[in-house]
Every structure is written in structure tokens, then in C-alpha cells.
């Protein structure tokens, strides 16, 4: 994933956490997504994720320990699936920033019924982070023309 967008404001902007979040995206309407910040400082933030699905609600916790400037480990855990994500930013020039993340997850010991296969997963992150990368970069513009 590549932003239009120098490394200093894209990892600002991927790692701000607010309960506004969903909105960039567009999660808040596709899925309902509600975030609550639990705890937020320099180096660490825990927020919880609730969610609609088909037939009730999904929850999740994360643990984001923040390695500025480029790098962000997460941990989460919910009814459903825990995970593991590695984040890292790679400034490709003064303006253009390569997101790269690496990630495994698993069923939770809760986890019942079907869930989606591992391709379907990656899929909906994959398109997650391209409307991410739009709205990072429309914020940016809006900043620049400002200065």
C-alpha cells in the first residue's frame, strides 16, 4: 500500500486513534463499527472495537504499542479471532510512503459457526486499507493547502 504522503503524517494519521475512526473509512455505516479509547499515551493505546454482524454483535480489544517514527505493533483479541499485526512505514521519496503489515490470526476459543475463509479476510483488509489510503491522503491535501 502506497500513500501519497510523507512517512512523519502518515504514521501520525495511522496512529492516532479516536472514536471517529470508522468514519474514514466508511466502517462506521459497512459494519456499524462503535471504537471506544480505553487508554491512549506516547507509546501505547488499548481501544475496543463493537460491531454488527449477521446474527449479533462482535467485540475486540487491541493493545497498539507505537515505535515512532515507523513502526506500530497490535494485538487483538475478541469473540471471534485474536491477531497479531505488524505495521511499518517505508518513505519512498518526500511525499510517498509504502505501508507494509504483516499479520497472522486465529478463531478465538469462543469462536462459533462459520467464519470466512483466510482469502476473504485478506481481501476485506486489503480494500479496508485502500479507502484508508484515500482519506489519509484527502486529509494531507487538506493540510498542505492550508500551509
Not at 25 to 34: N, T
Not at 104 to 117: D, F, H, I, V, W
Request: aromatic fraction near 12%.
Amino acid at each position: 500500500m502506497i500513500f501519497r504522503a510523507p512517512l512523519s503524517f502518515a504514521f501520525d494519521w495511522c496512529t492516532d486513534y479516536t472514536p471517529d475512526d470508522a468514519k474514514y473509512a466508511g466502517e462506521d455505516k459497512s459494519i456499524h463499527l462503535r471504537r471506544r479509547i480505553i487508554s491512549k499515551s506516547r507509546r501505547l493505546v488499548i481501544f475496543e472495537n463493537l460491531y454488527e454482524e449477521r446474527d449479533g454483535w462482535g467485540w475486540e480489544r487491541h493493545r497498539v504499542n507505537l515505535f515512532p517514527p515507523d513502526r506500530w505493533h497490535c494485538e487483538g483479541r475478541g469473540n471471534y479471532h485474536e491477531s497479531v499485526l505488524d505495521y511499518r512505514l517505508i518513505p519512498l521519496s518526500r511525499n510517498r510512503t509504502r505501508l507494509e503489515m504483516r499479520w497472522k490470526s486465529r478463531p478465538a476459543e469462543l469462536a462459533t459457526g462459520p467464519r470466512p475463509s483466510r482469502q476473504a479476510v485478506e481481501r476485506a483488509v486489503a480494500n479496508l486499507w485502500k479507502r484508508r489510503a484515500r482519506a489519509l491522503e484527502r486529509d494531507f491535501r487538506k493540510i498542505s493547502r492550508t500551509n
